[in-house]
């Protein structure tokens, strides 16, 4: 059975910083693109970073770029999600996705996690 | 401000059609397919329509997607009250590199 399983959210100061993990199974991770989809509370969904299934290519939305970095690990099946500079803006639940391509610009996310709540107080 | 602009709202009573808007421009509906995810209440989204008119395998043929120029449209017919979400749509933006998503639309089955 094919899993995502996120932790690392919390509750962080602005401008500290926090790693988001995603644990994959049931599938070939190496694969597939991996995204991180965000959405604050009451709001709709953001995409913020995607990385592509082997070269480890990776694209991030303009809210997050400089500050945050997405990594995979293959030899674990997990992917991460590196927040620095954090800010009260960046408070949402964090889901991970896989991508039903190798290539983060391509297909769609075909499976999520179950989300992790980040909140950043001010 | 998204980049993708849908209505917020919609609605319609069972058995209705109902169509969901999602305008761009030349950089990501115009050039690139759209995605269609549903989203219940307090669950991650999940995809009802991908590259502008596909169903996954599960999503019942009542729902369909098309797109023309640099907008899409996602339709509802045979209305049910398990339909009742949030709909977003997505697309690849060339300029941005970068995906983008709709303000998300939510539908309200009267």
């Known amino acids: 059975e094919l899993q995502l399983l996120e932790s690392g959210g919390g509750l962080v100061q602005e401008g500290g910083s926090l790693r988001l993990t995603c644990a994959a199974s049931g599938f070939s991770f190496s694969d597939y693109a991996m995204s991180w989809v965000r959405q604050a509370p009451g709001k709709g969904l953001e995409w913020i970073s995607g990385?592509?299934?082997?070269?480890?290519?990776?694209y991030y939305g303009d809210s997050v770029k400089g500050r945050f970095t997405i990594s995979r690990d293959i030899s674990k099946n997990t992917l991460y999600l590196q927040m620095n500079s954090l800010r009260a803006e960046d408070t949402a639940v964090y889901y991970c996705?896989?991508?039903?391509?190798?290539?983060?610009?391509?297909?769609?996310?075909?499976?999520w996690g179950q989300g992790t709540l980040v909140t950043v107080s001010s | 401000q998204s980049v993708l602009t849908q209505p917020p709202s919609a609605s319609g009573t069972p058995g209705q059609r109902v169509t969901i808007s999602c305008s761009g421009s030349s950089s990501n509906v115009g050039r690139n397919p759209v995605n269609w995810y549903q989203q219940l209440p307090g669950t991650a989204p999940k995809v009802f329509i991908y590259?502008?008119?596909q169903r996954p395998s599960g999503v019942p043929d009542r729902f369909s997607g098309s797109k023309s120029g640099a907008s899409a449209s996602l339709a509802i017919s045979g209305l049910q009250s398990e339909d009742e979400a949030d709909y977003y749509c997505a697309a690849w933006d060339d300029s941005l590199n970068a995906w983008v998503f709709g303000g998300g639309t939510k539908l309200t089955v009267l």
């Open positions: 996705a896989k991508r039903r391509h190798s290539a983060p610009q391509l297909g769609f996310e075909d499976y």
């Open positions: 590259s502008n008119s």
């Open positions: 990385i592509s299934g082997s070269s480890g290519y990776a």
